[in-house]
């Protein structure tokens, strides 16, 4: 089945506290993305993936870091999250022009 | 900019009609979509047009493109209790991203 999993699903953590939430793709798509969504503001991109080892800012990507080492995976790295990171958090792949999501993960950072 | 506008709540009664607007600023845009998104999931792709459409109808959705005053909007006919959620409008953005409006919070009465 195609699709896009994220991991974890839910996360609580600490001010500071780097964590790392993957995502992976099984499509063999080139280009994947994180988006975050906040209440009243809709989903907002923060990095995106154009293919491996390339990677490029979105609109909001202070405080976070990616990666794209080989082309199924796209993790979201929070070197040192802050309480204004606490977010519903998306990946994407796309092919063409239609882009697939994950499933999300709700991050609160205490 | 990129921008993408949506009111922010629409509530029908059971078997009514739902009409849900949209506006967007980039007239390049090749392909306008709509997501849904139910409480606690992720982003599930309603459908989308091409920009040389004015209307797409699939079952229970019709899509009308209005691309001289930029307007989208996708209704929903006999609405029913199982289309509560929350309706994001999006558009592709210069780098290949997503550009979503705020999401319109569908609410239906029995």
């Known amino acids: 089945e195609a699709q896009v999993t994220q991991n974890p699903r839910y996360l609580i953590t600490v001010t500071g506290k780097k964590l790392t939430v993957t995502c992976s793709q099984n499509?063999?798509?080139?280009?994947m993305s994180w988006y975050r969504q906040d209440p009243g503001l809709g989903l907002r991109q923060i990095y995106y993936s154009m293919n491996v080892e390339v990677t490029d800012k979105g609109d909001v990507p202070e405080g976070y870091k990616v990666s794209r080492k080989e082309k199924r995976n796209f993790p979201l790295i929070l070197e040192s999250p802050s309480p204004n990171q606490t977010s519903l958090y998306f990946c994407?792949?796309?092919?063409?022009?239609?882009?697939?999501f994950g499933a999300g993960t709700r991050l609160s950072v205490l | 900019g990129e921008d993408v506008e949506q009111s922010l709540f629409l509530s029908v009664r059971e078997g009514d009609s739902s009409v849900i607007n949209c506006t967007y600023t980039?007239?390049?845009?090749?392909?306008l979509y709509w997501y849904k998104q139910e409480p606690g999931a992720g982003l599930q792709l309603l459908t989308y047009?091409?920009?040389?459409?004015d209307m797409k109808q699939d079952q229970r959705l019709t899509v009308l493109l209005n691309k001289k005053d930029k307007h989208l909007s996708l209704r929903i006919a006999d609405t029913q209790t199982g289309d509560s959620a929350i309706y994001f409008c999006?558009?592709?953005?210069?780098?290949?991203?997503?550009?979503f409006g705020k999401g319109t919070k569908l609410s239906v009465k029995p």
């Open positions: 499509m063999n798509h080139e280009y």
């Open positions: 994407a792949s796309r092919l063409g022009n239609i882009q697939y």
């Open positions: 047009i091409f920009s040389n459409m």
């Open positions: 980039d007239s390049s845009s090749t392909y």
């Open positions: 999006a558009e592709i953005g210069s780098q290949g991203n997503l550009i």
